[in-house]
């Protein structure tokens, strides 16, 4: 009984100064820890550099140039489009 008071007062003491971790445990769901386009980003640049390394490695400029935009797709869905669209607001203020 004892112990359940205590990590209640606990968990409120950290509701009180964390608002992130407020909303989780409120909540009831987990938040998430790793970005939604992580592990499709890394293997659609993955596809990328092969295509870049098998490409360079045999006269094959067309695998090249596909290894190429795999890797920028990669790159844009790691980063996600939070950051691509900060950039973009970005370029048209003025």
């Known amino acids: 009984m004892r112990s359940d008071a205590s990590s209640r007062s606990l968990e409120?003491?950290?509701?009180?100064?964390?608002?992130h971790l407020a909303m989780e445990l409120l909540s009831g769901y987990p938040a998430r820890r790793f970005p939604a386009g992580?592990?499709?980003?890394?293997?659609?640049?993955?596809?990328?550099?092969?295509l870049i390394v098998a490409g360079a490695g045999i006269p094959a400029p067309?695998?090249?140039?596909?290894?190429?935009?795999?890797?920028?797709?990669?790159?844009?869905l790691l980063l996600g489009t939070t950051v691509l669209a900060r950039s973009a607001g970005r370029q048209h203020t003025g």
């Open 38 to 50: 992580l592990l499709p980003g890394m293997a659609v640049a993955l596809v990328g550099v092969v």
């Open 62 to 76: 067309g695998a090249v140039v596909l290894g190429i935009l795999l890797l920028g797709l990669g790159a844009c």
């Open 12 to 19: 409120l003491g950290l509701i009180a100064d964390d608002p």
